[in-house]
C-alpha cells in the first residue's frame, strides 16, 4: 500500500511539473510575441517621428493653469479645476469606474483628428471591471503627427501659420499630456465610449471606425490623464505629467503624491 501510495505522489509531481513547464512556456511565448511586436512597432514609429518638427500646444499658459485644465470633475463629470480631495485613494477609487494597469502596444497617427491612437494590454486591473484584463484596448491621445493645415485651421478650414506648407507634416505634443513611449508600463483610469457623447459627433465617429479601424467595444477614454495617469520609471511609477517636478513641495496636490506612492 505504502509502494503505490509513493508512487501515487510520485506520478502527481511528475504530472505537475510539466503543466508548470507548459504554463511557464505558454508565458514566455506570449511574452516573446509581445517583445517582437513592441521591437516591430518602436521602429515604425520612430520612422514615423523622424525629422518631424515638433510644435507644442499651450506654451503660453501659466504651470498650474495648464495642469488644472479641462480636469473632469468626478462629483458632476463636467470640467473644472483640479481638487487634491479627489486624489485621496478612497476617493480615487470610488469615483473611477476602472483603474488599470497595462502595456503600450502600439502607436498610430490620426491626421485629421491631430490624436494618436494607442493600443494597450491589460494587465492587471487595480479596480473595477475585471473582464478587460489581459486583454487590448484602444485610446486616444490628443496630440500627434498631422498635417499643418489640420493643425492649424480655422471653423472655416483657413490654414493659419503660413510658416508651413499646408501639406507638411508636424508633430503636435502636449508637454503636460505626453504620449507614453511604446512599450511603456502606465497605469491610469477610463470610462467607456458612449456613442451618444457631445465631443464625438457621427462624423468624428465614422473616422474613427472607418479610417483607424477602432472598434468600440474595446474603446476607452482616458479619464484626467494631465494628472491621474502614471508611466512606469525603472521600478517605481511616477506622474505621467512631467509638469510635476516643478511643484514637488507644493502642498495642492500632496494627496496625488501620496497615490502616486501608493502604486507598486
Same mark, same amino acid.
Given at each position: ?6 508512487? #501515487? %505522489?510520485?506520478l502527481?509531481?511528475i ?19 509581445? $517583445? ?11 520612422? /514615423? ?5 515638433q510644435? !507644442?500646444?499651450?506654451?503660453?499658459l *501659466? #504651470?498650474?493653469?495648464?495642469?488644472? &485644465?479641462?480636469?473632469?470633475? *468626478? ?12 486624489s ?5 477609487y !470610488?469615483?473611477? +469606474?476602472? %483603474?488599470?494597469?497595462?502595456? =503600450? /502596444?502600439? /502607436?498610430? *497617427? &490620426? ?5 494618436? @491612437?494607442?493600443?494597450? #494590454? ?6 473595477g471591471?475585471?473582464?478587460? @484584463?489581459? @486583454? ?8 500627434? %503627427?498631422?498635417? !499643418? ?5 480655422? %471653423? ?9 506648407? +499646408?501639406?507638411?507634416?508636424?508633430? &503636435? =505634443?502636449r508637454?503636460?499630456i505626453?504620449v +507614453? ?10 470610462? $467607456? ?5 457631445? !465631443? ?21 477614454? #482616458?479619464k484626467?490623464?494631465?494628472?491621474? /495617469? ?11 505629467? +512631467? ?10 496636490? @500632496? ?10
Amino acid at each position: 500500500m505504502k509502494k503505490i501510495s509513493i508512487s #501515487l %505522489i510520485f506520478l502527481l509531481i511528475i504530472i505537475l511539473a510539466i503543466n508548470i513547464t507548459k504554463f511557464k512556456g505558454i508565458k514566455e511565448t506570449h511574452k516573446s510575441e509581445n $517583445s517582437e511586436e513592441l521591437v516591430k512597432n518602436e521602429s515604425q514609429w520612430k520612422k /514615423l517621428t523622424k525629422d518631424i518638427p515638433q510644435i !507644442a500646444y499651450h506654451d503660453n499658459l *501659466p #504651470l498650474l493653469e495648464r495642469i488644472q &485644465m479641462n480636469y473632469e470633475n *468626478p462629483k458632476d463629470g463636467h470640467s473644472s479645476k483640479y481638487e487634491d480631495k479627489f486624489s485621496l485613494k478612497d476617493r480615487f477609487y !470610488a469615483d473611477n +469606474p476602472t %483603474i488599470f494597469e497595462g502595456v =503600450v /502596444l502600439n /502607436l498610430e *497617427p &490620426m491626421s485629421e483628428m491631430v490624436e494618436t @491612437k494607442a493600443t494597450i #494590454l491589460v494587465k492587471k486591473v487595480w479596480h473595477g471591471d475585471q473582464s478587460v @484584463k489581459n @486583454k487590448r484596448i484602444y485610446t486616444v491621445f490628443r496630440s500627434g %503627427i498631422t498635417k !499643418a493645415k489640420y493643425a492649424f485651421s480655422s %471653423i472655416e478650414g483657413e490654414h493659419l501659420n503660413k510658416k508651413f506648407n +499646408p501639406d507638411q507634416k508636424v508633430l &503636435m =505634443v502636449r508637454k503636460d499630456i505626453p504620449v +507614453p513611449k511604446i512599450g511603456s508600463v502606465i497605469i491610469g483610469s477610463f470610462k $467607456s465610449f458612449k456613442m451618444t457623447s457631445e !465631443a464625438y459627433d457621427s462624423t468624428r465617429q465614422n473616422i474613427y471606425d472607418d479610417k483607424y479601424g477602432i472598434n468600440f467595444d474595446q474603446f476607452y477614454l #482616458l479619464k484626467n490623464p494631465r494628472t491621474n /495617469l502614471w508611466v512606469k520609471d525603472k521600478k517605481r511609477f511616477i506622474l505621467n505629467n +512631467p509638469e510635476f517636478k516643478k511643484l514637488k513641495d507644493n502642498t495642492e496636490f @500632496k494627496n496625488l503624491y501620496a497615490l502616486t506612492d501608493y502604486w507598486k
